[in-house]
């Protein structure tokens, strides 16, 4: 009997410790909600004017899988939030496009990336690989141009994928 009663404490024991933990961070996540709201916009727009510099974005309706929001910016291009799939979940990335068709800039929101390997897509010497471009794209290991990031091949052809998603948008909507 006393077996039980030791058992039965400990259980209550746990589930008060978890209720408690559980309720401390649902209660922080009700008062940070609003901010981290606001800071991701706010990374949005940067981000936004960091691939395509206009003074004014125009949402346009972005029906295909994985754009998640498209923009007409100053009638010049298009700015296209796409969300691809790569090693460590989803990559959030903005993609500039011209009325030429040619990427003016990639951006990458969030990610979900190795550090050290993946989440070195964010560099600059690797986004600027896309500026220019208006063909399919591909890594080089795929026959393409786009030089993978070393020991994140996945995560090099999400972006890669990403921004051929972008291009196929505005070439459909331009």
Same mark, same amino acid.
């Given at each position: 009997?006393? *077996?039980?009663? @030791? ?5 209550? %024991?746990?589930f008060?410790? =978890? /209720? ?7 209660l ?8 981290? $709201?606001?800071? #991701? ?12 510099p ?11 899988d994985?754009? =998640?929001?498209? @923009? ?6 298009y700015?296209v939030?796409? +969300? ?6 989803a ?6 496009? $011209?009325? /030429?068709?040619?990427? %003016? ?8 990336? #190795? ?24 890594? +080089?290991?795929d ?9 994140? #091949? ?6 890669? +994928? ?5 291009? *196929? ?6």
């Amino acid at each position: 009997m006393k *077996d039980a009663k @030791y058992i039965l404490r400990l259980t209550l %024991t746990l589930f008060l410790i =978890t /209720a408690v933990v559980a309720g401390l961070l649902g209660l922080v996540n009700y008062l940070t909600e609003d901010r981290i $709201d606001e800071l #991701t916009r706010q990374k949005a727009e940067a981000a936004m004017q960091e691939v395509f510099p206009a003074g004014n974005y125009e949402e346009i309706p972005a029906g295909e899988d994985g754009i =998640t929001a498209a @923009y007409r910016a100053d009638d010049a291009g298009y700015v296209v939030r796409v +969300s691809v799939n790569g090693f460590g979940g989803a990559i959030d990335m903005m993609v500039g496009v $011209d009325n /030429a068709g040619t990427v %003016t800039g990639v951006s990458i929101i969030s990610h979900g990336e #190795t550090a050290s390997l993946g989440a070195n897509c964010t560099r600059e010497d690797f986004r600027a690989q896309f500026v220019g471009t208006s063909d399919t794209l591909a890594v +080089s290991k795929d026959g393409g141009s786009i030089d993978a990031l070393t020991g994140a #091949t996945v995560t090099s052809r999400a972006v890669v +994928s990403g921004v051929n998603l972008a291009l *196929d948008f505005v070439k459909e909507v331009g």
